[in-house]
């Protein structure tokens, strides 16, 4: 796979989507807290809605109109939103509404994540490139059992992907060049950016990230460095 | 040992000295160079001079009469510094001078650290919050095995300890609160910088960090909230 190339140093991930299941696992989450209430929301559009109003919200930051906060702040707010545009605004405690926002942190990985970052880990730096905060991957780490050697990405960068500075900072943060790092995402765009920030790039298709009906990011759309099936290919 | 207290969510832990013997690490490294050039210096000599150089270098930056740089940085200058005052300004290739100076990376854990933190980390967030930069307790991270849960400290700061923004911005990235959080170190001065950001404390001495006749550190100064004798009594 690298004949051509030169074997990446380290490797950052997207996170949400690429190496865990967002959609399933804050459905789930989200499930138990209906039940519990007796509400009849569906959980999987209850997730959808909630992770629609992440980009506007990361995008305030984005274009410099707000300064940085961490991702579990703007998941609150958006929960807070999306609540109250369902009638929701009483139905959980205060207690119960952040107990909710923890959904994020516990996303279960995809069958091939684990294994595969165990793989790679044994000749290269491994670190998550997200927008989730250092609290959040590192939660979401250890209820996953994602190997992470450290936590890099937009608290490191104070600002979010598709931002240069997100990837950029992440590596020098390694204290290593850009052509050294590869980005690997289930993402195009993410892709993009970190290609016109000098990463290599590796791309992998979570045909199912949003659902059966998926209609974006089944195929590579540019000629990425790499094509993978499963995480650990990046091993070989 | 927590009967009084409440148990920790995570613990952040000072690194060079309480976790690895950065002397016999350094002292290792620099002896396969200067043995390449038929050097006679003591390594340990070595080791103890570069070290000296290490709190003067940070102090300027803690002051604010210098902006944050890595600690990679301060290794360096401190080395091309300790270097000229020995005469050995051209001893080494700038190619070997900066492998040298990665001797700060291959650092052995004392022997209870790595099963010790593994215990930790199944029921709290383990983390470094050292002066080292993310590059190198990454680095150091993969040469030891340390199973750090994620890297805190200094850079994640932009100040050195003991700094009270590289204790408080540490426990800030977890979102948590500094009473949840148990700062462990084998140096003294480095709990009563954290006890005055609201951390609870734990005091392990490691009596030979600088040789057989260390003076200081051997017992707890204060009142500390544990004092063990291994990493891994925190864990039961």
Known sequence: MYSYMTKPKAYLFDVFGTIVDWRNGVSDVSQRFFDAKNLEENPHTFADAWRAKYQPAMEKIRSGNRG????????????????????????????ETQELNRAWEQLPPWADSVCGLEAIKQNAIIAPCSNGSIALMTRLAKFGSLPWDCILGAEIAQNYKPHPDAYSKSV???????HEVMMVAAHNSD?????ACGLMTGFIARPTEHGAGQTIDLEPTEDWDVVISEIGQLAQ
Not at 172 to 178: D, F, V
């Open 172 to 178: 020098s943060a390694l204290g290593l060049k850009p």
């Open 68 to 95: 940085y906060f961490p991702l579990d702040i703007l998941h609150r707010e958006n929960l807070d939103e999306l609540l109250a545009q369902l009638d929701l605004t009483n139905a959980f405690s205060e207690e």
């Open 191 to 195: 892709l993009v950016a970190a290609k």
